[in-house]
């Protein structure tokens, strides 16, 4: 009878998770606020496979903060300055209630002066650097490595280091709150390239650096790192 039980409980377990891998996730992508190639960038994004999208683009998409429509996972794709203080207090209640959070490249340039957003994501490109901070940089069109940090991780669980060609950035803080999951060891990149944070129980975020494209879009080892981003967003990994 014992192993009958455990038996079931294991059926049963086997069950809940392919529930939760053929469920399909609803994502918001917000986009504008800079250039990128959207032909290949939404190539990318229809071949994800159970990620059903819609995009917003700025300046328009911050009012979405103000009522949330429930999506599983937010994309920010976007790089913009100007959100109100009623936005960014819909975006704060959001946090705190649950929502699932991916940064896509140059996302992380995005409000300078607001340290809630850039403690969620778990770091911040400098624009204008100063005595207290070290200005970032970037530089197009460079093959550079990509080494796993943490294996164990269900993002990256299965992959192996290898190399791409992208645009990268130097000179970025990060937080040491952080769990890395990619690095690279290039001279004038930033350390890592790839987070996560768990910011409560509801709510987990994700930083991926890689993304500047087309030719990133492409690649099948990168679209893996984003779609198994989203689902580990939504607690679907």
Not at 199 to 218: C, D, E, M, W
């Amino acid at each position: 009878m014992k192993v009958l039980c455990v038996y079931l409980f294991i059926l049963l377990c086997m069950a809940k998770v392919t529930f939760a891998q053929d469920e399909k996730t609803s994502l918001l992508v917000i986009t504008g606020g800079h250039g990128f190639d959207r032909l290949a960038f939404f190539e990318m994004m229809d071949a994800l496979g159970n990620i059903e999208y819609k995009e917003l683009a700025q300046p328009d998409a911050n009012a979405y903060f103000l009522n949330p429509e429930g999506f599983d996972v937010i994309l920010f794709y976007d790089m913009v300055q100007e959100i109100s203080e009623a936005e960014k207090a819909g975006f704060e209640q959001m946090v705190k209630e649950g929502v699932g959070l991916v940064f896509l490249h140059h996302a992380i340039v995005s409000y300078q002066d607001w340290d809630f957003y850039r403690d969620v994501l778990g770091g911040r490109y400098i624009e204008n650097g100063d005595d207290t901070q070290t200005q970032s940089t970037y530089q197009h069109d460079v093959h550079f490595d990509v080494k796993i940090a943490d294996k164990d991780h269900p993002i990256v669980w299965g992959m192996e280091d290898f190399e791409i060609f992208d645009e990268i950035y130097g000179q970025v803080f990060i937080s040491p709150q952080v769990n890395v999951l990619i690095s690279s060891s290039h001279s004038e990149s930033m350390e890592h390239l790839m987070w996560t944070r768990e910011i409560n129980s509801k709510t987990r975020s994700v930083y991926l650096q890689p993304g500047h494209g087309p030719g990133i879009f492409a690649d099948p080892r990168y679209r893996k790192l984003l779609k198994n981003s989203i689902e580990w967003a939504a607690f679907r990994r």
